[in-house]
Every structure is written in C-alpha cells, then in structure tokens.
C-alpha cells in the first residue's frame, strides 16, 4: 500500500456528498414553503426539514472526526475557522442592520398611510418592562454562564463546563418557551402594517438564532461530556460561545429599541 504524506499545514478534505444533497433538500425545503403557503400542505416542507437535519447530522459528524480523532485540525487550520466564523458573524450582524433599518427609517419618519404616527393608530405595544425585561434578564444570565463554561474549559474542569453548559442551554430554551408565549398573547400580528411586519421579522429572525445557538451549545455539551475539548483545542465551543455573545447583543439593542424606545 504506498503511503502519502503533505508537507503543509493545511486540511484538504476528502470527497464528500453532503454539498450537493444539502443543497437538494435547501431546495426541497424552499419547494415545500411555497406549497405550504399557497397549498396549505405542509409534508414537503417537513421532508425537506428532515432531509437536512440528517445532512446536518452526518456532514458535522464528519467534522468533528476530522478534528478530534483524525487530527487534521492544526493550528493553520484552526486559524482559517476562526477567520470564518469571524466574517459569518459579521454577515449576521449587517443582516441585522438591514432590519433595524428598515424599522428606523419607518419609525423616524411614518408615512401618510400609518396616520404619519409611530406605532401606528390601533396597534397596542408590548410592555417592556413585563415578558421582554424578564427575557433580557435571561440571555444576560446565558451570556455570564457561557463565560463561565469557557474559562471552566481552559482551566480543564470539566464538571464545572458541564454544569455551566447545562444551565446555559437551559436558559435558551427557556427564552424560546417565553418568546413562543408572548408571540401567541401578541395584541397584533405580522400583517399589521409596517410596525407588525418590522416587530415579527426582527424579533422572529432573532429567536430562530436563539434556537440555533441553544442548538449549538446543546452539541457542545455532549462533545464535553464525550472529552472531545481540552484545554488547548476547543475551538468547537469557541464558535458557540462567539455566536451566542452575538445573540445576546442583538436582543439588547433589539430591546431597547423595538420594545423600549419603539412603545413610546
């Protein structure tokens, strides 16, 4: 058997399949919500759900063999993921601005078909001091938690990861349970001109990004529990932690300026 060798740092990753099936159930999914907002049946949308959850499963499982049994994670490596993950978040953030944008521009200057008022006339905001104070409150406790895992991480205690993991991952599902409840008690709903629109797509984006690091960081907390980190190699948990510092920031300036200043 002739044995290869490379004389660079780098990770040339093998052929693998998840591309293209990931992309065929992205668009099987995309089929199925148009089928579900024009034909009200909703079992395309759900297999193209289920088509890539599994993609998901597989394609990252692949992953981290690559990185913790395979070590083909090298510090040149690990530096060009850091690089990604920078300029992914970055990408979040202006898909944010674009919201908060398009909220500003109507709330600053509301035009003749709202009354020319802000919230337009008819719409009954949320107290800000009632459920979106008490979901402040939580992710600012999920932000500290999740500092706590990190720091448990680079001190190598891994019960104390654990327990700030847990607490972490319950504070977004927590969050999640709440925004569900307030979003079924809303006195409006995302077809009450602009400010129902701007309110739901912000707010909604935001906690599907809620449910996507709760995700994550439930995924690192299995990998914990299986010693998949140490101290010096955990960028895994890194990219959580990075994500959902991000989360919590989004929801501050969301806070003050949609439930808070907005209501006023």
Same mark, same amino acid.
């Given at each position: 058997?002739?044995?290869?060798? #490379? !004389?660079?740092?780098?990770?040339?990753?093998?052929?693998?399949?998840?591309?293209?099936?990931?992309?065929? =159930?992205?668009?099987?999914?995309?089929?199925?919500?148009?089928?579900?907002? $024009?034909?009200? !049946?909703m079992n395309l949308f759900i297999l193209g759900m289920?088509?890539?959850?599994?993609?998901?499963? #597989?394609w990252w499982r692949d992953v981290v063999r690559e990185s913790t049994y395979q070590g083909h994670h090298t510090s040149a490596v690990t530096k060009g993921l850091r690089w990604g993950m920078i300029l992914f978040i970055i990408s979040e953030i202006f898909f944010f601005i674009s919201f908060f944008w398009a909220y500003f521009h109507s709330a600053l200057s509301p035009n003749i078909e709202i009354g020319m008022m802000w919230p337009p006339m008819g719409i009954t905001t949320f107290n800000?001091? #009632?459920?979106?104070?008490? !979901? @402040?409150?939580?992710?600012?406790?999920?932000?500290?938690?999740? @500092?706590?895992?990190?720091?448990?991480?680079?001190?190598g205690d891994k019960n104390q990861t654990n327990q700030a993991l847990i607490i972490t991952v319950m504070l977004g599902i927590y969050f999640s349970m709440l925004q569900m409840y307030e979003y079924i008690e809303a006195p409006f709903t995302i077809a009450d001109s602009i400010y129902g629109s701007t309110f739901f797509v912000?707010? =909604?984006?935001?906690?599907? $990004?809620?449910?996507? =690091?709760?995700?994550?960081l439930a995924v690192?907390?299995?990998?914990?529990?299986? !010693? $998949?980190?140490s101290k010096w190699h955990h960028f895994g948990f890194e990219a959580a932690a990075w994500y959902w510092h991000f989360v919590d920031v989004v929801w501050l300036f969301l806070y003050i300026m949609i439930y808070w200043w907005g209501s006023n």
């Amino acid at each position: 058997m002739m044995m290869t060798s #490379q !004389n660079h740092p780098f990770h040339l990753v093998d052929v693998s399949p998840w591309p293209l099936l990931a992309s065929s =159930g992205t668009m099987i999914t995309l089929m199925g919500l148009i089928k579900w907002f $024009h034909l009200f !049946n909703m079992n395309l949308f759900i297999l193209g759900m289920l088509i890539m959850k599994l993609i998901m499963f #597989q394609w990252w499982r692949d992953v981290v063999r690559e990185s913790t049994y395979q070590g083909h994670h090298t510090s040149a490596v690990t530096k060009g993921l850091r690089w990604g993950m920078i300029l992914f978040i970055i990408s979040e953030i202006f898909f944010f601005i674009s919201f908060f944008w398009a909220y500003f521009h109507s709330a600053l200057s509301p035009n003749i078909e709202i009354g020319m008022m802000w919230p337009p006339m008819g719409i009954t905001t949320f107290n800000p001091f #009632q459920v979106p104070l008490l !979901n @402040t409150i939580i992710l600012v406790s999920s932000g500290i938690s999740v @500092t706590w895992a990190h720091h448990s991480i680079m001190e190598g205690d891994k019960n104390q990861t654990n327990q700030a993991l847990i607490i972490t991952v319950m504070l977004g599902i927590y969050f999640s349970m709440l925004q569900m409840y307030e979003y079924i008690e809303a006195p409006f709903t995302i077809a009450d001109s602009i400010y129902g629109s701007t309110f739901f797509v912000s707010t =909604g984006f935001h906690g599907i $990004h809620v449910i996507v =690091g709760t995700t994550f960081l439930a995924v690192c907390l299995v990998r914990n529990y299986l !010693n $998949h980190f140490s101290k010096w190699h955990h960028f895994g948990f890194e990219a959580a932690a990075w994500y959902w510092h991000f989360v919590d920031v989004v929801w501050l300036f969301l806070y003050i300026m949609i439930y808070w200043w907005g209501s006023n």
